[in-house]
């Protein structure tokens, strides 16, 4: 049976909107929206600019008709693509000072964490970013040979959804388990525990993420949700651990 609710792990990404504007947490805040502002404003940018293109190279002209029929797949699969490229390399840029929001955030919550920010933290909090991508781009070549080849390709928005959700979940979710000293493996290990949350908080900040306007806010916010999940999460657990013994 598998564990968790999708539901609640939406949730707290709606919860960490909500704590972007408070005391002690909005300052850390300002980098990460300033980062998020500049690359997706240059991702729509260049998207408006490029896409028809793009279409033109994929369709020989005698397929030209068939444009209407797939256009939109094509668009749901090369967007959620790129947006979550995009959301990658914000990611990386924002990385040392996502720590501290998660750790500012546990404060503001009465959590405990260990404090983010310092020169070796810094260091660590990159490293784990090229192990995120290095794991990212060796699951993401069969996605990418699945949406060229035809018939196949039909699957293939569903299956980019479903393991964006999921590597999202892992990316946002790395900065408070990261402050806590537990590694990547380790968090992959706790995010399967518990699937249905860890994919309802990542579809929801996959699907945030194509929103217009919203998507500016969504680093930040799913930081700060991220942080209150595995922050609940982990104390359900030790709670549950400790009714067993």
Do not use: C
Not at 178 to 195: M, S
């Amino acid at each position: 049976m598998m564990r968790g609710n999708p539901l609640r792990g939406a949730s707290y990404l709606v919860q960490g909107f909500k704590l972007l504007n408070k005391s002690g947490v909005r300052r850390f805040v300002a980098i990460p929206l300033l980062i998020n502002t500049l690359l997706f404003g240059g991702l729509i940018w260049f998207g408006t600019a490029q896409f028809e293109d793009l279409l033109n190279w994929l369709l020989p002209e005698w397929l030209d008709w068939l444009r209407w029929l797939l256009w939109p797949l094509f668009a749901l699969t090369v967007l959620t693509a790129a947006f979550f490229t995009f959301t990658l390399v914000a990611n990386l840029l924002g990385a040392p000072f996502n720590g501290l929001l998660a750790s500012a955030v546990e404060r503001h919550t009465g959590g405990t964490t260990i404090p983010a920010g310092t020169a070796l933290s810094v260091t660590m909090t990159l490293g784990q970013e090229v192990r995120k991508f290095a794991y990212l781009i060796v699951r993401a070549i069969p996605l990418l040979i699945l949406s060229v080849i035809p018939g196949l390709n039909l699957l293939a928005p569903a299956a980019w959804f479903v393991f964006s959700a999921w590597m999202l979940t892992l990316e946002y979710g790395d900065y408070p388990l990261g402050n806590r000293n537990i590694d990547f493996n380790q968090q992959r290990a706790l995010a399967r525990q518990r699937p249905l949350t860890s994919f309802g908080f990542g579809a929801a900040t996959l699907v945030a993420t194509l929103l217009p306007i919203v998507n500016f806010f969504v680093m930040p916010a799913a930081v700060a949700g991220a942080t209150l999940m595995w922050q609940r999460e982990l104390t359900d657990a030790e709670a549950r651990t400790t009714g067993e013994n």
